[in-house]
T-cell receptor, first 115, second 116 residues
Framework: AQSVTQPDIHITVSEGASLELRCNYSYGATPYLFWYVQSPGQGLQLLLKYFSGDTLVQGIKGFEAEFKRSQSSFNLRKPSVHWSDAAEYFCAVGAINQAGTALIFGKGTTLSVSS | NAGVMQNPRHLVRRRGQEARLRCSPMKGHSHVYWYRQLPEEGLKFMVYLQKENIIDESGMPKERFSAEFPKEGPSILRIQQVVRGDSAAYFC??????????????FGDGTRLSIL
């Protein structure tokens, strides 16, 4: 069955430090992978996506993610975290059927940024 | 999240009442998805609709829940005879037509449903 695991429920990073959020997926074919960010009381904003091609994808707000097929991972990174990055981050895989694509989400990682 | 409009933002219902959640997709989008987010959980897929058609409802509870996306007007998620366990945030997403998954879904800000 398709699934997404985000091993870290909560991470605290100092402002200016680097960040890596982990995501592992289980999917039978080449996956479509996404990272979304959710601020409190808000909807989800797409940070970046991977469909095919270059395994290192660039997103908005200085985020990037690397698809590693051998590790079934799609980790999100940012070289220098800003206080405004504090939010909840969701990794998702597109479960494709003949009709369309339902997204399967991980349970999320809450990022806190300390000064 | 500009584009996908959900209303109301907050909805309070008593047990046994009906809840109606509305979603207007982004302009030009004809695919609508509903997700439910329970506390401490990620989003769970409920249903995928195109205009006047339910394409995939594999995530919908078998009873009390229904969804529609009429030719005119917003998509509606309807919950009859609500119970405390229905308390959650319900998110709508939309994507353009003619795709089979390689277009990202754009999300609304959600409806927070509270059951008294």
């Amino acid at each position: 069955a398709q699934s997404v695991t985000q091993p870290d429920i909560h991470i605290t990073v100092s402002e200016g430090a680097s960040l890596e959020l982990r995501c592992n997926y289980s999917y039978g074919a080449t996956p479509y992978l996404f990272w979304y960010v959710q601020s409190p009381g808000q909807g989800l904003q797409l940070l970046l996506k991977y469909f095919s091609g270059d395994t290192l994808v660039q997103g908005i707000k200085g985020f990037e993610a690397e698809f590693k097929r051998s590790q079934s991972s799609f980790n999100l990174r940012k070289p220098s975290v800003h206080w405004s990055d504090a939010a909840e981050y969701f990794c998702a895989v597109g479960a494709i059927n003949q009709a369309g694509t339902a997204l399967i989400f991980g349970k999320g990682t809450t990022l806190s940024v300390s000064s | 999240n500009a584009g996908v409009m959900q209303n109301p933002r907050h909805l309070v219902r008593r047990r046994g009442q009906e809840a109606r959640l509305r979603c207007s997709p982004m302009k030009g989008h004809s695919h609508v998805y509903w997700y439910r987010q329970l506390p401490e959980e990620g989003l769970k897929f409920m249903v995928y609709l195109q205009k006047e058609n339910i394409i995939d409802e594999s995530g919908m509870p078998k009873e009390r829940f229904s969804a529609e996306f009429p030719k005119e007007g917003p998509s509606i998620l309807r919950i009859q005879q609500v119970v405390r366990g229905d308390s959650a945030a319900y998110f709508c997403a939309s994507s353009p037509p003619g795709t089979l998954g390689n277009q990202p879904q754009h999300f609304g800000d959600g409806t927070r449903l509270s059951i008294l």
